[in-house]
């Protein structure tokens, strides 16, 4: 693999051959964090965009915070039914 690598404000940008990308996209995050000297606390975020009428594949690398630990408590909550039958006629 020889990509072009280009880092601007935490988001590294690659361009590969999709076969490239195949085996790329199988790295853990640890893999990720070691390849492109990211911090412990980085959670490695990868997009993509192929364009197949030259072979090539668009990839960025993103540093998205913590990787370690649940998420925090206060998540999203169970959703209420508040809905009424709104039946036709008594």
Do not use: I
């Not at 959670?43 to 668009?58: G, H, K, M």
């Not at 998205?64 to 998420?71: F, N």
């Amino acid at each position: 693999m020889n990509p072009v690598a280009l880092l601007l404000l935490g988001v590294t940008a690659l361009s590969m051959t999709v076969a490239e990308f195949v085996e790329f996209q199988k790295l853990s995050a640890d893999e990720l964090r070691a390849r492109f000297g990211l911090s412990a606390g980085c959670d490695p975020a990868v997009t993509a965009v192929a364009d197949s009428a030259v072979n090539r594949v668009a990839v960025a690398v993103e540093c998205r915070g913590a990787a370690a630990g649940p998420p925090a408590t206060g998540g999203p909550r169970p959703r209420q039914d508040r809905s009424t039958s709104g039946g036709r006629g008594s």
